[in-house]
């Protein structure tokens, strides 16, 4: 007899990002319950709708903003009606049609028709070129009218009208921005995170006419608008009008249904209608007490929620949901939750930087945060985030809670890696709640090493992307050595589609030796470029034209900025040199003196035989490099960082060779030495190898008869036993062939690739022919690596000659603090 239990049937109308979303949660705990079918009126498959941005902009493609591909649907045999919109249903017989025909019965119905955008009702608005921006074809019509056509007027100063106007500004259009209050995203920011906004945004090369009311479109006598007429009389001309003054939730086919509508689809706490319990409705179509959510987190959640009833487990409840606001344009950094504007009853406390682009706002009621509104620095906006939504109360770090979580010392932990601080339960991704632990154990179980490989198995950083500068640390601090900030067979970054290996060669071939003359040169999309291709130009610009190119600061990361290590409670870390592990006693006494002089908390022996200063103050960091007197470490730095040794055949009764002496003369030959990545070296005295060496990028071991060069090892999260290389007699041609290798991963190496997975990606082989074969080669490799370091400054004694920014190392105040009563 056939026990097997007849499948209900689910019919999902609506295939976006909410609708499929429900259908992947009940998947996973129910995915032998139904038979499903699915009718979406666009002929794509499931696709991030708030990647569209990036599309416009040219930074992606839509294959690449594809969530769930037609391969997915197969797998779990969905069936898909795309391109086809359901125009009734009929609830008694419990039927969905659509407009060519196609029937569905179900069991179930799942409604997530989301929002239609609202366009002006003013003559002209049906003209050809004015479009409303909301899915594909909208912004497939916008990328083929900045083919043909010069000028652009965005309506409507929000998110999405912003993205809009710089994605087309990008394709190179002349784009104006009208909206019709007094500063930009009214709704998000306050108006002088507003008015910063818009100076970025105009320096970028967008223009602005706010306050303006829009009366009329005027068009041609062939039918496309030509003009945009303001109620002062005032006209603007416009080639494309794109309309981007809000949504509005589609209910149309519910109140065919006579389902209760009210600002949408009026559903419970468990996502049912509340007219017929076997209709579910999820999204921007949905309206639930009151509130029809129109970001991805919130929507996200109910998914949840909805899945868990259709899987008639019956114990999940969707209570609403707290939003917070990112804008996506590279290079821009904005965020707000929560009542930022304050009101009766608040505190404001504000802190405003207009000469560095920086502005922070927070409200505070009852002791608890309630809202904040940043620009420029938003590196805490999770954080703020996480305390406006469990409403903790602030209290006890109120006098520090304008400088963020890195500034509490125990109270809550941030710095260099705010992942290295996180507990395993906090969320890193909120539009797919996705923990920290969850993207810790994909990284080591699956031996995932790239962005893409972390969103493909978590989801984390797959939706808005605010989280991928986290998902990002937490892959360096899981992945170590092994993590590739781009994956090789990519382009540099989303700002263009030239890979690193184009863009080498293109500064060597066109003599570029500027950051701006490669974004002209190589066509790049975003003006000022983004925090991955900044420091990779940099970087090439400096090591293959040295002393031609100048080393821009800003384009370095934080702790390079710095010239120390930031730490997890916010100070730093300070090593000074020691050359080949060996110090004096003067030095030493130096190093306590300063300990005791600044209160640094703990002084500590390295792995690197060198002594590490924890817990040094920012602002104290001038004066401790200028007491201490000795070269820095650059710990911190992409470059050169210890020369581990044993101590030879000086004091070993087993040792072959000076190793301590080699490891010295190494160091100073190489100290400011920038690369790729950290480079270490280690040399040992004799084959037993104390020193380590067959696990540095270049690592010298002692033998009777000379010296022994292996390359290419790592000892990160994933040791790498270095190659042996070549044997050479003596202490001079060590330093000829070590540094003609390190010469030739600093000008060919791509940014972040450490020496393992360079010589994994050239091989072994063109290492050594390019060396070992050539000796020509070789000699000069070795004299542009001299010629590159000699007479580098040393940012710790020479700021000025090393263009250390000194500003930065001044404590900043909050400048005002208002109670509204």
């Not at 239609?116 to 608005?125: A, D, E, Q, Y």
């Not at 002062?232 to 589609?250: C, Q, S």
């Not at 209290?395 to 941030?414: T, W």
């Not at 690369?675 to 040992?684: E, I, R």
Request: one cysteine or more; hydrophobic letters at 40%; glycine letters at 10%.
């Amino acid at each position: 007899m056939d026990m097997r239990v007849k499948k209900q049937k689910l019919v999902l109308i609506g295939n976006g990002m909410a609708g499929v979303r429900t259908l992947e949660e009940l998947l996973k705990i129910d995915p032998e319950r139904y038979d499903i079918t699915v009718f979406g009126a666009e002929p794509h498959p499931n696709y991030n709708r708030i990647l569209l941005s990036p599309v416009l902009a040219g930074e992606q493609t839509v294959d690449e903003i594809i969530l769930n591909p037609w391969s997915w649907y197969e797998e779990h045999q969905i069936t898909v009606h795309a391109g086809r919109k359901v125009v009734e249903v009929d609830r008694a017989r419990r039927l969905v049609r659509a407009d060519d025909g196609t029937e569905a019965p179900y069991d179930r119905l799942l409604l997530c028709t989301g929002s239609n955008p609202f366009m002006l009702p003013v003559p002209g608005k049906d003209l050809a070129g004015v479009v409303a921006y909301r899915d594909i074809a909208d912004t497939h019509a916008m990328i083929e009218a900045a083919r043909t056509h010069r000028h652009a007027v965005v309506i409507g100063g929000g998110l999405l009208g912003l993205e809009a106007a710089n994605g087309l500004m990008l394709r190179g259009m002349d784009v104006t921005v009208v909206h019709v209050n007094d500063w930009l995203m009214e709704r998000q920011l306050d108006e002088v995170a507003g008015g910063l906004l818009r100076k970025s945004l105009e320096e970028r090369g967008l223009k602005f006419l706010l306050k303006a009311q829009t009366q009329e479109l005027l068009g041609h006598e062939h039918g496309r608008v030509r003009a945009v007429r303001f109620k002062d009389g005032r006209e603007l001309p416009a080639d494309l009008v794109v309309m981007a003054v809000g949504i509005r939730p589609n209910v149309e086919l519910a109140e065919k249904m006579r389902l209760h509508c009210n600002r949408g689809i009026v559903v419970t706490d468990t996502l049912q209608t509340v007219t017929d319990a076997r209709i579910y409705a999820v999204g921007e179509c949905a309206a639930h007490r009151g509130i029809a959510y129109g970001l991805v987190a919130p929507l996200f959640e109910q998914a949840k929620v909805a899945a868990n009833h259709l899987a008639q487990m019956g114990i999940g409840r969707y209570l609403g949901s707290r939003t917070s606001t990112k804008l996506k344009v590279t290079g821009i950094d904005l965020f707000s939750a929560g009542e930022f504007m304050g009101g009766e009853g608040t505190e404001e406390i504000v802190m405003s930087d207009p000469f560095g682009g920086v502005y922070k706002k927070l409200v505070i009621k009852d002791d608890k945060l309630v809202g904040a509104c940043l620009y420029g620095d938003t590196v805490d906006g999770s954080w703020y985030f996480k305390l406006l939504r469990e409403g903790r109360s602030v209290h006890d770090i109120r006098d520090k809670l304008m400088f963020g979580e890195s500034h509490l010392g125990d109270a809550g932990h941030q710095g260099q890696s705010k992942a290295a601080a996180m507990a395993d339960t906090d969320e890193v991704c909120g539009c797919n709640g996705v923990t920290k632990g969850t993207i810790c154990k994909a990284i080591q179980e699956k031996g995932l090493f790239t962005l893409d490989e972390v969103k493909k198995h978590t989801k984390a950083s797959a939706s808005c992307g605010s989280c991928t500068g986290l998902v990002e640390q937490i892959l360096m601090f899981t992945a170590g050595g092994d993590y590739s900030a781009t994956p090789k067979n990519k382009a540099l970054c989303g700002c263009t589609e030239r890979s690193h290996q184009e863009v080498r060669e293109a500064i060597r071939n066109a003599h570029l030796t500027k950051i701006a003359d490669v974004y002209r040169a190589l066509g790049w999309k975003t003006p000022n470029g983004c925090a991955s291709c900044r420091p990779a130009l940099n970087y090439y610009l400096i090591s293959t034209w040295p002393k031609e190119a100048r080393d821009d600061p800003q384009s370095r990361f934080i702790n390079e900025r710095s010239h120390a290590n930031i730490q997890k409670d916010g100070t730093y870390s300070v090593i000074p040199r020691m050359w080949g592990g060996t110090t004096t006693p003067a030095d030493l006494r130096r190093i306590a003196d300063v300990a005791d002089k600044y209160a640094i908390p703990t002084v500590k022996v390295t792995g690197g035989q060198r002594i590490d200063l924890l817990g040094v103050k920012k602002e104290d960091l001038p004066a401790v490099w200028k007491d201490l007197d000795m070269p820095s470490g650059f710990a911190y730095a992409k470059s050169l960082r210890t020369v581990k040794t044993c101590v030879g055949s000086e004091w070993c009764r087993f040792g072959t060779q000076d190793s301590t002496q080699m490891g010295q003369d190494l160091e100073r030959a190489l100290w400011a030495m920038y690369a790729p990545h950290k480079v270490k070296l280690a040399v040992s005295g004799c084959p037993r190898n104390c020193a380590e060496s067959g696990i540095k990028d270049v690592g010298i071991i002692g033998v009777d008869s000379g010296w022994e060069i292996y390359v290419g090892g790592n000892g990160g999260i994933k040791t790498e036993v270095a190659h042996f290389f070549v044997k050479v007699k003596t202490a001079e041609e060590v330093m000829e062939y070590a540094g003609a290798f390190l010469q030739l991963y600093r000008e060919e190496g791509w940014y972040l690739e450490r020496t393992v997975h360079y010589i994994g990606r050239v091989g072994l082989d063109y290492v050594k022919k390019k060396i070992l074969e050539d000796e020509a080669g070789r000699k000069a490799l070795w004299e542009r690596l001299q010629f590159s370091l000699d007479g580098a400054p040393d940012p710790w004694r020479e700021s000025s000659r090393a263009a250390v920014d000194t500003r930065q190392f001044a404590p900043v105040i909050p400048i005002a603090v208002a109670t509204h009563a």
